[in-house]
């Protein structure tokens, strides 16, 4: 079966639940494991809370606080990105490094690109300064 859905909302932590949800729920009809859905909510939790904290860190005002979640189903296949338009990364290999964090005063544990790599069966990133960040994951359901 194949379908898609998009969404845009705020940068705000509020609304990382919120991600989790809509993208538990557009799995449903593959009737995913319990497992296997709680690895795709770890996943978009880690990388929508990337984007809020990281990716809208010193936010400026004239540009807008938005996370985009796009999600598409191929066969047993959830296809998601996650993008912001915020600061961006410098060096995303470095990032992607378990316990690295440009924010180790605010308790960041750094494994945020870790646990995506974990759960999902694909994880790439792009990012390039001040233009934002997009993540890509894969997962195939069902197997």
Do not use: W
């Amino acid at each position: 079966m194949d379908n898609e859905m998009r969404m845009e909302f705020d940068a705000i932590s509020e609304n990382e639940g919120f991600a989790r949800v809509a993208v538990a729920a557009f799995i449903t009809p593959l009737d995913p494991t319990l497992e296997e859905v709680a690895d795709v909510k770890t996943a978009v939790s880690e990388a929508v809370t990337n984007a809020i904290i990281h990716g809208y860190a010193g936010r400026q005002k004239d540009k807008p606080c938005k996370v985009e979640l796009s999600c598409r189903l191929n066969g047993n296949a959830l296809h998601i990105e996650i993008r912001d338009q915020g600061c961006g990364i410098e060096d995303v290999e470095k990032a992607m490094e378990p316990l690295y964090t440009t924010l180790p005063d605010e308790n960041r544990s750094g494994m945020g690109f870790s646990f995506m790599e974990a759960f999902m069966d694909d994880l790439e990133v792009e990012s390039a300064p001040g233009e934002g960040t997009l993540v890509r994951m894969k997962k195939k359901l069902g197997i």
